[in-house]
């Protein structure tokens, strides 16, 4: 990870760059990898990473001079039952959008590509031709010469003994042989990253795991055969398997008796290096024993080495690449389970971030700012441990798990429970996901499922009487001081509101004008104002806010997320329901659309904010946390009168999508400014500046844009990262979709050349893996005239 950051940041030109490493390169968990690189990935940016890798390695040997060993075998990934091959059908999207090479294919070929495999239980397999398994050290040293090349340094046999920040702003790196003065310190440290975060009083949330994988003798078949086979993986060995030479080699994530590395501490003695622990063959064989029996050949020879070794894991499964957390310049390069397969597109990517403030592709889910206080030792391991046992498990959309959870609780959290909620997680946060009117478990697929009348049943509610929803997770705000207005109209590209109780939608931006957040600020007084962000994006909200205020500049920021919780009202009963319980004058002329006041309700001081994302009236209601439970009960039991209705999240993504709401982190993204984005109404370029304004001002070309659209679905919905055909090209991708209860649509936003933007233009979306045809849409395909929310 960090020979390949160094690369990227010298072919980039920024060379005046040092890698510090404690021993030799790859002495931590590189060395002893099985160097596999696969294309598929389940997530559609972590496969853009992916296969950034497998373009890079195979031609990194010309381009640096050192010898990688590249085997470009392809892979085979077995499905052995319809819940795998429909994860693989998702994923053959993602190859037609990113471009790598993938077909599914049928029992015959999987034996012609392999003719020792038996197929018992198999139904079909992914091919993937671009892909193999390299020399780990190999492509360590090819990407830290190449760096060298360029002008890097490299420097080993020199530990860091710990970091300080200076006042003005640099960091020390105390080292073994000196000290060194830096404006970036980027800790790739691996299984060590969390002791190298903690010098600086930060934190990387990883549990080091041991995995092992054992060569075999030489192979007979293999020995007589010149064509290797592809790298297998198979849920039913939990794991993969190859050639190794003439040897196979087995690799098992086993899903029991796992062990945490170096237990009980988790981390390595600094003077450790090429470390590795005793093996544990009892732990693993019956994992062996089925890859045995999927290649009997493997059974013919006996065991010659066994490697246990330590891979970094994260909660997510995902690398931790991008900024820390309130830790100006220092950045985060580790957490990576797949180091060799991630590690060249992490180093591109984290690279031209560091460097030009963006990374082409969305970081969103690899920054490190995701976790943050929740993410604790035993939280980590719990969720890693998970993370590690399924592995080589198909997870479904919406896939619930409970490793580690509940973390952040609202206190709703019994109260709704015991109504039938199904929470789902979001930094940490249990939030309403849906409501199981009989106590049952959702079927995840990727097709409509059990849960989808109870989704429409929540929607209707919400459209003909009046919802409510527990939306604590917000991440909140109260920015104050005489600077308060000027600082925020710098920071965010919208106007902010003049009137008192006024509410504006509106955007920060990167200097290069790309997307980087999306807030709700509502002034509350002359200096006074309420930011409202996702919940997921607090600590980067709170890095940009406390970052971007002047010195001497009159600017307060108090981060309120736990202090304020979040009851939302919805339906066109919503103000007869809140009416019951309040003095407050809730009719248009005294509290219009887009305004917020401080008001009682229930006889609880609260801020209610008239605004919604699902398109019909209603106010949120931002108590403080402790007064939740009564504000709660009082209005469930006025709202009896009502009909009201608890709601979750997957109806609010049907309603959002109807109005056609575009979300952060999935439209509203690193990768595009406003104007791709289809935000412009957002912008206010009369302002005298705003960060970006130059920026989104000079851009000359805009190759993609964002476009809303109706698909002719059968049974399932778009989700992102389906690709976008026109005849036989891939003009694009989606970014996130939903079914709209209220008007009957399956709906989707995408990501499109501007030419196929224009409303009324056709495309296809490939939808488990059969072509369905699209329409762009001129508005939101809900009440495009706002009159519900204002009534
Ligand atoms: C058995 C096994 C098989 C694997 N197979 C694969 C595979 O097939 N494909 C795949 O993609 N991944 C595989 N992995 C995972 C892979 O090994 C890791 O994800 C990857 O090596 C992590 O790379 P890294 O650069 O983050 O960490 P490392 O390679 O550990 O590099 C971190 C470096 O930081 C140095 N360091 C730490 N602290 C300090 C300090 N204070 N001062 C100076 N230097 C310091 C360390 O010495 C180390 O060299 C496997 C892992 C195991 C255990």
Known sequence: MGASLLYHLALEGCTDTLLIEKNELTSGSTWHAAGQCPSITGSYNLAKIHAYSNQLYPKLEALTGQYVSWHPCGGLRLATNERELAWLKYILGFSKSIGFRMEIVGLETIKRLNPYLTTDNVIAGAWTTDDGHGDPSGLCNALAKGARDLGATVMRHNRVLDIKRRGAGEWEVITEQGTVVTEMVVNAAGCYAREVAAMVGGDAPITNMQHHYVVTHPIQAFIDRNEEIPVMRDSYTSGYFRQEQKSGLIGVYESTGMREAWEPHGFPDWEASNELFPDDLDRIAPWLERAIERMPIFGEVGIRRVINGAIPHTPDGAPLLGPAADLP??????????????????????????????????????????????????????????????????????????????????PLYERLRAQGCVHTETFGWERPKWFSPEGCAENYSYRRNNVFDSVRAEVSAVAQRVGILDLTGFAKYDISGAGAEDYLNRICANRIPRKMGGIALVHTLSPQGRIFGELTVTRLGHDRFYALSAAAAELRDWDLFTRAVRPGESVQIDNVTERRGVLVISGPRSRDLLATLTDADLGNDAFRWLSGREIHVAGIPLRALRVSYVGELGWELHPETGSLPALYDAIWEAGQDFGVANYGLYAVNSMRIEKGYKAWSSELTNELDMLQADMARFIDFKKADFIGKAATQARARRPLKIVYAEVDASDTDVRGGEPVLALERCIGVTTSGAYGHRVHKSLAFACVPPEFAVPGTRFDVLLQGERRPAIVLAAPAYDPDNLRMKA
């Open 329 to 410: 310049n220092f950045w985060m390069c580790c957490g990576t389970s797949f180091g060799i397969a991630q590690g060249g597109g992490c180093g591109k990517y984290l690279a031209q971030w560091m460097l030009h403030g963006d990374a082409e592709i969305n970081m969103a889910e690899f920054d490190p700012r995701r976790f943050g206080k929740f993410a604790d030792r035993a939280y980590v391991r719990d969720k890693v441990f998970f993370d590690y046992r399924t592995t080589f498990t198909t997870r479904l959309p919406g896939e619930e798990e409970m490793a580690g959870r509940p973390q952040k609780k609202s």
